[in-house]
């Protein structure tokens, strides 16, 4: 699994929770690299996350589900997307 992440306090950091589209060359280097993970049938699944202000935390106890919504603890880093493979890596990973 690949994460994106920035510094919650840099430029990329406040753009991505003010809700603003990630830098266009980003994208395009993201883009790339899924490709070629799809071609090679790797790919399972990819998606782009929103800031934390738009979150919720869901949590299971008792059979009943709580939903609280955000935004929460400060943190150093922010997610911003994913990607999700399979296959075997470079060093022998899987």
Do not use: C, Q, W
């Not at 950091?13 to 883009?31: C, T, V």
């Not at 690299?33 to 090679?40: N, V």
């Not at 059979?63 to 150093?76: A, M």
């Amino acid at each position: 699994m690949m994460m994106i992440s920035t510094a919650k306090d840099s430029a990329a950091g406040r753009e991505f929770e003010s809700g603003a589209p990630p830098d266009p060359r980003l994208m395009a280097a993201i883009a790339r690299h899924a490709e070629g993970l799809a071609k090679s049938g790797a790919l399972l699944e990819t998606g782009g996350l929103l800031p934390r202000s738009s979150g919720a935390r869901i949590r299971a106890a008792n059979g009943k589900l709580t939903v609280t919504d955000g935004p929460y603890i400060e943190s150093k880093e922010l997610i911003g997307g994913y990607a999700h493979s399979s296959g075997r890596f470079e060093g022998g990973g899987t």
